[in-house]
């Protein structure tokens, strides 16, 4: 057994053990916030249908591949015109670390977790930050579908331990349980879709393990993945949030953005999503020069993954008119006909049109909208 892993307890994070399964499934059937908020998602959801299948899942393997499983089939129903993942033959049995981009709040892990599960990897385990944990109702139920907490409403002070403790968690997961786990690349999602992947978060896979930097993450087995949506329903609230932090550095997001943020993100219109299983990265971090560097080491570990992710994003025409509006060229036009160029101005205005602030900057504003649909193209061709 890993060794670090023995000296954390880690309780307030892992989730839910299967003798707790009941209690908690009985907990969220009696919070009527949990309802209110299927009911709004599904206005025809049938509560008691739903909480009789509720009770009859014993284990988290059946809450997750029929509850779990069928609710985030219907949002991608509702939301998306297609949900597809590419390059399952890349993956082996063995438990993995997925570190992707990061887009949607709550979608990336959920529709990620239903697609692997598809073809035959199993669910993974997930990682929410708490401050996500908005209702009560949140916290026992993404624990009773195999989510882990990651700790962030917490004093600077306390910061290192918790890192520490995550680290020996995901450690454990992946060498004892043998259960792969899903991380995002960077802390919150990359609001103008420049993805890159913090270094702070290579840390902290580093600090669970038993060698030096570069061991520790190939022990993780890490598997990046490209995940590409064709319209991101949260693009204007991004794009507002970019000016109001411009003219107010002090701005900070309240608990009903987050909320607004998450409602938009699962309910509103997304078209094509995508999911790219890339390259293993262990192969490529066997041939990395000896650095004595560990900054350097780390940042060239965190270009590795990048630089998978940028080769494996999927393009859909409006990257290509962003990118030739925002750049005024005509690089990518064979990319996209004149028809499918206006549907794409006619959608910016659109979300233009829902920015309602003081002292609003369209000009700007719209620039971002359009390096949002643009900086994964960017990448990728400077890759």
């Not at 064979?334 to 659109?350: A, G, N, P, V, W």
């Amino acid at each position: 057994m890993d060794k670090k892993s023995n000296t954390y307890n880690f309780d307030d994070i892992r989730p839910l053990n299967e003798n707790e399964v009941n209690a908690a499934i009985e907990a969220l059937i009696a919070d009527e916030g949990l309802q209110d908020a299927l009911r709004y998602i599904l206005p025809s959801l049938d509560w008691e249908a739903l909480t009789q299948r509720m009770r009859l899942c014993q284990t988290k393997e059946q809450f997750k591949s029929t509850i779990c499983y069928d609710l985030v089939y219907i949002v991608a129903k509702l939301s998306t015109s297609s949900l597809t993942i590419s390059g399952g033959n890349r993956l082996s049995q063995d438990a993995c670390t997925f570190i992707s981009n990061h887009r949607d709040i709550v979608l990336d892990a959920a529709f990620l977790n239903v697609l692997l599960y598809d073809i035959g990897h199993g669910l993974t385990q997930i990682a929410i930050g708490d401050n996500l944990m908005i209702h009560s109702w949140i916290k026992p139920l993404v624990r009773l579908n195999n989510s882990f907490i990651v700790k962030r409403n917490i004093p600077v002070r306390q910061k290192l331990e918790a890192s520490k403790q995550l680290s020996a968690y995901i450690h454990h997961t992946i060498k004892e349980t043998k259960e792969s786990v899903w991380i995002a690349q960077r802390e919150g999602r990359a609001k103008d879709s420049n993805d890159t992947t913090q270094t702070s978060v290579l840390k902290m896979l580093t600090m669970g393990g038993e060698q030096d930097v570069l061991n520790n993450l190939m022990s993780l087995n890490i598997v990046p993945i490209a995940i590409s949506y064709e319209y991101d329903p949260c693009d204007y609230l991004k794009a507002q949030e970019f000016q109001l932090k411009r003219d107010n550095p002090e701005f900070e997001k309240s608990k009903r953005d987050d909320l607004l943020n998450m409602e938009m993100g699962i309910l509103k219109q997304k078209g094509q999503v995508h999911f790219t299983i890339c390259n293993p990265i262990n192969p490529t971090l066997k041939s990395l020069p000896p650095s004595t560097n560990k900054n350097e080491l780390i940042a060239d570990i965190a270009s590795v993954i990048d630089r998978e992710i940028y080769a494996n994003y999927r393009f859909y025409p409006c990257n290509y008119v962003a990118y030739d509006m925002l750049y005024n060229t005509l690089r990518c036009c064979s990319h996209y006909d004149q028809q499918e160029k206006e549907s794409f101005e006619t959608y910016l205005q659109q979300q233009l049109d829902k920015i309602d602030i003081t002292d609003k900057d369209e000009s700007f504003l719209r620039s971002k909208l359009l390096e949002m649909y643009s900086n994964p193209l960017k990448n990728h061709l400077e890759n």
